[in-house]
């Protein structure tokens, strides 16, 4: 059974720094290309990066490049999205997701980020 | 990266059929054949129920079916059920290893 888990969620204050963290099970990691999508409350869905499964392409939305960084470690089985110059808009719940070539197969439950002071 | 414009809300009585439209540009929808769709109950994580415009992942009914014209794409929910009522959203890849969502589309079953 494929399992995405995220971590590393919580309380921000604006400008500042968060790494979230996704560990995969259940699936041969270094397969597949993952993805990071959020979903502000109340709100619908955004796309917000992807990383290759080798590892050597990456992209991003444009309101989150330049200051969101993924990557991944394929011997940890884990995905990471390094969020820095938070601001309030950026507060949402977090999924990894599992690329199925052109769409998101599998989700991780999700985790709350909150940016405020 | 425009969001996709879908109805913010639909509903249909049991049994029946309901579609949900999603509008995009030549850019997305349009340009690919890589449109999917995905079914969110509230507080839960989103679920694949189409991709590649009219492919059900192994486990979705067959009364969940989708299509594509020109810069629309479709879902069509036949013979609808209680538990249908929930979330849903479209998406389509926008070149260059990019996605865009649609705004989400609310299922009433009256």
């Known amino acids: 059974e494929v399992q995405l888990v995220e971590s590393g969620g919580g309380l921000v204050q604006p400008g500042g720094s968060l790494r979230l963290s996704c560990a995969a099970s259940?699936?041969?990691?270094?397969?597949?290309?993952m993805n990071w999508v959020r979903q502000a409350p109340g709100k619908g869905l955004e796309w917000l990066s992807y990383?290759?499964?080798?590892?050597?392409?990456?992209n991003y939305a444009d309101s989150v490049k330049g200051r969101f960084t993924i990557s991944r470690d394929n011997a940890k089985n884990s995905v990471y999205l390094q969020m820095s110059s938070l601001r309030a808009e950026d507060t949402a719940v977090y999924y990894c997701?599992?690329?199925?070539?052109?769409?998101?197969?599998?989700w991780g439950q999700g985790i709350l980020v909150t940016i405020s002071s | 990266q425009s969001a996709l414009t879908q109805p913010r809300s639909v509903s249909g009585s049991p049994g029946q059929s309901v579609t949900i439209s999603c509008t995009g540009t030549?850019?997305?929808?349009?340009?690919?054949?890589?449109v999917s769709w995905y079914q969110q109950h509230p507080g839960k994580a989103p679920k694949l129920i189409i991709y590649?415009?009219?492919k059900r992942p192994s486990g979705v009914p067959d009364r969940f079916s989708g299509s594509k014209s020109g810069n629309t794409a479709s879902l069509t929910i036949s013979g609808l059920q209680a538990e249908d009522e929930t979330d849903y959203y479209c998406?389509?890849?926008?070149?260059?290893?990019?996605?865009?969502f649609g705004g989400g589309t609310k299922l009433t079953v009256l």
């Open positions: 997701a599992r690329d199925r070539v052109y769409a998101f197969e599998d």
């Open positions: 259940g699936f041969t990691f270094s397969d597949y290309s």
């Open positions: 990383i290759i499964s080798s590892n050597d392409l990456i």
């Open positions: 030549s850019s997305d929808v349009g340009g690919y054949s890589y």
């Open positions: 590649d415009v009219n």
């Open positions: 998406c389509s890849y926008a070149g260059s290893y990019t996605w865009v």
